[in-house]
């Protein structure tokens, strides 16, 4: 382990070094990106800190604007059929990969194909679901020449879809609908992401990935908008420690940072004056529940633990930027669903009273000080997340709850929690990939690898089947109502807050624009000299 860590940070300072030297000639931006990527390619990713290398790179048929709203990307142009329910994209003429070759229609459908693949085993194929028989093809019920992805010609694709979906372009800015580079994946397999191999159709291209330390991208010149990307050369930096990568910003070495300790806004305030950006987003904080573990079977027990967090401290006080508590499942503003967020009847009462009543239960379940129940809660190395564990922790001490807190790198937690390998609660947070409740509530259906927790039921599951189905949207959204109802009386996870964005951003950099996706592509950012 010593040795890895010299490693990393000698990689760290070589890199600092290279860029320094480049940055003297062209605009390079030094980003702390958070995890460890365990992949580059589109269909094995699943976190924010891989999208934001992998949505640089590749780019699909829409793609984000500045704020994260869905705009043409390599399509020209599309039309929608009067039910809603085909898109026709036309792509642009200019649209090569970084090796010459034309993106074709042909790109994108062996790109949705080879995701809904059962073979492939792809994690977010879910996502893509919208689409005529993507769910049978993926679970291996039709063939895969039977999904609704059709080309029309080389510059022509048609999408046939289930039912009208509101959220369907902007479900396609998501990395789950990038082409892949045919040509290269059936040539070389997986090893088609490997820096000597890879090439891009986005603004920039990959040209050095050193484990555990950083990926570097140059700007791709041959993209179709190149004379508008401004910043010549990226480093996304690869670190678990938050507090060493705000020394790092202070010392000039990082332009942003996609997160901070939150111990530390105060400082940043004071100090460094409009750097550090706080804005809600549409995303859940949330500790998942091991439903395999006998003793979180008992749904008394699970609404008495929930009932002891006091969600109402966590952003103010033990984080300080100012978190919102959640008690329900679908964030507040998410689109197609007007309602007022799900709130359980004991939420309105005292806290105290809560506690008291939450050990009456587990006293009455026959837990005492000398019967405790042991639990283990995981969280990924960060410091924020251990000061929310350490305090939940607290909260549960009272009602004979005895807490192990056991923490790793994010790759490695993320892996326990998809193979349900944690001995009780488990740290998660979602980042919505579209605005649609579907895609906050999915989370809990049994067959999605994503409910890391293993919550089943089968009337929940039904419920989000026939959402699918309904073409009127108010009608859709009572249904999805429904279901977030039925999982959050059973206490199918404990939402804990409502996410703010956490980045700080150097004032050499513009562009950078706050919005409820809390993504900020590279191609709209530029950096003034230093």
């Known amino acids: 382990m010593k040795h890895a860590s010299m490693l990393k940070a000698a990689g760290l300072a070589t890199a600092l070094a290279l860029s320094t030297a480049f940055g003297a000639q062209a605009q390079t931006l030094r980003m702390f990106n958070g995890g460890e990527p365990a992949s580059i390619d589109p269909h094995r990713v699943s976190g924010d800190w891989e999208n934001r290398i992998v949505g640089d790179y590749l780019e699909g048929l829409m793609t984000e604007d500045a704020n994260?709203?869905?705009?043409?990307?390599?399509?020209?142009?599309?039309?929608?059929?009067?039910?809603?329910?085909?898109?026709?994209?036309?792509?642009?003429?200019?649209?090569?990969?970084?090796?010459?070759?034309?993106?074709?229609?042909?790109?994108?459908?062996?790109?949705?194909?080879?995701?809904?693949?059962?073979?492939?085993a792809a994690d977010y194929a879910y996502l893509q679901y919208p689409i005529k028989n993507a769910e049978a093809v993926n679970t291996g019920e039709m063939e895969i020449d039977e999904l609704g992805v059709k080309v029309i010609d080389d510059k022509t694709i048609e999408f046939t879809l289930e039912a009208p979906a509101p959220f369907f372009l902007d479900a396609l800015t998501h990395y789950t609908a990038y082409p892949v580079p045919t040509h290269l994946v059936?040539?070389?397999?997986?090893?088609?992401?490997?820096?000597?191999?890879?090439?891009?159709?986005?603004?920039?291209?990959?040209?050095?990935?050193?484990?555990?330390?950083?990926?570097?991208?140059?700007?791709?010149?041959?993209?179709?908008?190149?004379?508008?990307?401004?910043?010549?050369?990226?480093?996304?930096?690869?670190?678990?420690?938050?507090?060493?990568?705000?020394?790092?910003?202070?010392?000039?070495?990082?332009?942003?940072?996609?997160?901070?300790?939150?111990?530390?806004?105060?400082?940043?305030?004071?100090?460094?004056?409009?750097?550090?950006?706080?804005?809600?987003?549409?995303?859940?904080?949330?500790?998942?529940?091991?439903?395999?573990?006998?003793?979180?079977?008992?749904?008394?027990?699970?609404?008495?633990?929930?009932?002891?967090?006091?969600?109402?401290?966590?952003?103010?006080?033990?984080?300080?930027?100012?978190?919102?508590?959640?008690?329900?499942?679908?964030?507040?503003?998410?689109?197609?669903?007007?309602?007022?967020?799900?709130?359980?009847?004991?939420?309105?009462?005292?806290?105290?009273?809560?506690?008291?009543?939450?050990?009456?239960?587990?006293?009455?379940?026959?837990?005492?000080?000398?019967?405790?129940?042991?639990?283990?809660?995981?969280y990924n190395t960060n410091d924020n997340h251990q000061r929310i564990a350490v305090a939940i922790a607290a909260m549960w001490e009272p009602l004979h709850i005895n807490v192990e807190l056991f923490n790793?790198?994010?790759?490695?937690?993320?892996?326990?929690?998809?193979?349900?390998?944690?001995?009780?609660?488990?740290?998660?947070?979602?980042?919505?990939?579209?605005?649609?409740?579907?895609?906050?509530l999915e989370l809990l259906r049994s067959d999605i690898i994503y409910n890391y927790g293993r919550y089943k039921n089968e009337e929940f599951d039904s419920l989000l089947r026939e959402s699918a189905t309904i073409l009127d949207m108010e009608e859709r959204g009572k249904v999805l109502r429904d279901a977030e109802v039925i999982a959050m009386s059973e206490t199918a996870a404990f939402p804990i807050y409502y996410y703010v964005s956490k980045n700080v951003v150097s004032p050499s950099i513009e562009g950078f624009e706050d919005n409820a996706k809390d993504i900020h592509r590279t191609r709209w950012l530029t950096k003034s000299e230093d």
């Not at 309105?348 to 009455?364: F, S």
């Open 68 to 120: 994260a709203e869905p705009i043409l990307g390599q399509a020209a142009s599309y039309e929608v059929n009067d039910d809603g329910t085909v898109y026709t994209f036309t792509l642009r003429d200019d649209v090569t990969w970084t090796d010459g070759t034309p993106v074709t229609a042909q790109d994108f459908e062996y790109a949705f194909k080879r995701l809904l693949d059962p073979e492939m």
């Open 186 to 378: 059936e040539e070389l397999g997986e090893e088609w992401i490997r820096p000597e191999n890879i090439v891009a159709n986005g603004p920039y291209k990959i040209v050095e990935w050193v484990p555990n330390s950083y990926i570097r991208s140059e700007k791709n010149d041959e993209y179709y908008d190149a004379e508008n990307v401004q910043i010549e050369e990226v480093y996304y930096y690869a670190m678990d420690d938050i507090a060493a990568a705000l020394q790092r910003y202070r010392a000039g070495e990082f332009d942003i940072l996609t997160d901070f300790p939150t111990d530390q806004y105060s400082l940043l305030q004071e100090q460094y004056e409009g750097q550090a950006h706080v804005a809600p987003f549409l995303g859940l904080y949330y500790y998942v529940i091991n439903h395999n573990k006998e003793e979180l079977q008992d749904m008394d027990v699970l609404e008495a633990m929930s009932k002891a967090i006091n969600r109402e401290v966590i952003g103010p006080d033990i984080l300080g930027t100012g978190e919102l508590p959640a008690y329900g499942w679908v964030p507040p503003g998410t689109a197609n669903y007007d309602f007022d967020e799900y709130r359980p009847d004991w939420a309105d009462l005292p806290y105290d009273e809560r506690v008291a009543e939450a050990i009456a239960t587990m006293e009455e379940a026959g837990y005492s000080s000398d019967n405790p129940l042991n639990l283990q809660l995981k």
């Open 408 to 440: 790793s790198e994010v790759a490695v937690h993320y892996d326990a929690l998809q193979n349900n390998d944690f001995d009780g609660v488990g740290r998660a947070g979602w980042l919505m990939d579209y605005n649609d409740a579907i895609n906050m």
